[in-house]
């Protein structure tokens, strides 16, 4: 069984990076979104083990101990962190697993993961930006003001990923975040594994 791949997307907040993924997974087979954990509450919504593992400091903090995280950070003043074990297991699975996390995060996994493929995805303009961050509803505008000015800084970062998607007319944007999947696993090696059987045959 060919070993999955490990996709590390990263985006500024109300970049649209959530929908595009969900959007994905709803259309190339075999892909997941890892499930990570935080210390953050949970927003109106948001269903533990799904869309995070809400956890208090205390258990984080034994977790990060116990060596239990290939990453960790902090962000907004919450920590988050993703589960080695989980990810380990659905690659060896032959999985594709989506890791959504921040730029620091990102350079810790590349890292320690250098076979991991890295994707930034930006919106297309300052603009439409802070209208997507306003229509959520979710922050006053002080939290608005404070969110964009992080997400310049954010943002520079670009040039430390493989890929860049622009989320301008989303379905745009879909068609080419998966064909970045679909293209990875068209890659001879993963081919010559998955068709041995027939490249025998016709050789």
Known sequence: MNKGTLYVISAASGAGKTSL????????????????HTTRAPREGEVDGVNYHFIDSDRFQSMVEAGEFLESASVFGNMYGTSL???????????????????????????????CKSIYIVP??????????????????????????EAVSEMSHYVEFEYLVVNDIFDE???????????????????????????????
Not at 21 to 36: F, K, R, T
Not at 125 to 146: F, N, P
Not at 186 to 203: D, I, S
Request: glycine share 4%; no cysteine.
């Open 124 to 149: 297309p303009s300052i603009t439409a930006l802070r209208q997507r961050l306003t229509t959520r509803g979710q922050d006053d505008e002080a939290v608005i003001d404070k969110r964009m000015h």
């Open 85 to 115: 074990q989980h990810i380990q297991e659905q690659l060896l699975k032959g999985k594709d697993v989506i890791l959504e996390i921040d730029w620091q995060g990102a350079r810790q996994i590349r890292q320690l993961m250098a076979d």
């Open 21 to 36: 993924v969900s959007a994905v997974l709803g259309q190339v087979p075999d892909v997941e979104v890892s499930v990570s």
């Open 173 to 203: 944007a879909r068609e080419n975040l998966a064909a970045i999947i679909l293209g990875e696993r068209m890659l001879l090696e993963h081919q010559q594994h998955k068709y041995a059987e027939l490249l025998a045959e016709l050789l």
